[in-house]
Nanobody, 122 residues
Framework: QLQLVESGGGLVQPGGSLRLSCAAS????????IGWFRRAPGKEREGVSC????????DYADSVKGRFTISRDNAKNTVYLQMASLKPEDTAVYFC???????????????WGQGTQVTVSS
């Protein structure tokens, strides 16, 4: 069993930045790809970004390309999502998730965190 805990959410003004963290209960380098997803009020869950177990492969949703950066520190069992130039439409609950195998936002993820709220508002 793999447990994931997100942190770093909060309230930020438009144009601001936040860094989310996803801490895993065991080695995330054990062939786990990690993804970030979000669910905004009244909308379906959306894949935001993912990173391969080695950290050499990443993927981003078009809506966040150029603004969000995913990274991982396997020594700390932690994956980060650096978010910049935030917009009100980025407001959502952000979840991290893990899957065996490749990084792909279109494939199923096996383990999920509880989520952290990000609110972008002036």
């Amino acid at each position: 069993q793999l447990q994931l805990v997100e942190s770093g959410g909060g309230l930020v003004q438009p144009g601001g930045s936040l860094r989310l963290s996803c801490a895993a209960s065991r080695f995330t380098s054990d062939n786990f790809a990690i993804g970030w997803f979000r669910r905004a009020p009244g909308k379906e869950r959306e894949g935001v970004s993912c990173i391969s177990s080695s950290g050499t492969s990443t993927d981003y949703a078009d809506s966040v390309k150029g603004r969000f950066t995913i990274s991982r520190d396997n020594a700390k069992n932690t994956v980060y999502l650096q978010m910049a130039s935030l917009k009100p439409e980025d407001t959502a609950v952000y979840f991290c998730a893990a899957r065996f195998g490749i990084c792909s936002l279109n494939l199923g993820f096996h383990y999920w965190g509880q989520g952290t709220q990000v609110t972008v508002s002036s």
